[in-house]
Nanobody, 121 residues
Framework: QVQLVESGGGLVQAGGSLRLSCAAS????????MGWFRQAPGKEREFVAR????????YYADFVKGRFTISRDNAKKMLYLRMNSLKPEDTALYYC??????????????WGQGAQVTVSS
């Protein structure tokens, strides 16, 4: 079993920054691809970013490229998402995911409970 716990969400003004953290525990493998997803009210959950096991390969959704940075620390079993230049449309519940795979879209086998990010205009 894998447990993921997000933290670092909150309320920020447009143009501001936040850093989300995800603490992993249990049968988590450092080889897992990990990532972030988000779900805004009334919308489906969508892929935000993913990172491979070494951190040497990252991939972002177009709508966050150049503003968000994903990183991981395998020794600490931590995943991070640095979010800069936040926009009101970034408001959503952000989920940490582990053991990502790609079918018709990215999905994760393990999920955290989510961290709320609210960006005011």
């Amino acid at each position: 079993q894998v447990q993921l716990v997000e933290s670092g969400g909150g309320l920020v003004q447009a143009g501001g920054s936040l850093r989300l953290s995800c603490a992993a525990s249990g049968r988590i493998s450092s080889s897992y691809v990990m990532g972030w997803f988000r779900q805004a009210p009334g919308k489906e959950r969508e892929f935000v970013a993913r990172i491979n096991w070494s951190g040497g390969s990252t991939y972002y959704a177009d709508f966050v490229k150049g503003r968000f940075t994903i990183s991981r620390d395998n020794a600490k079993k931590m995943l991070y998402l640095r979010m800069n230049s936040l926009k009101p449309e970034d408001t959503a519940l952000y989920y940490c995911g582990a053991d990502l795979k790609y079918g018709s879209s990215w999905y994760a086998d393990y999920w955290g409970q989510g961290a709320q990010v609210t960006v005011s205009s």
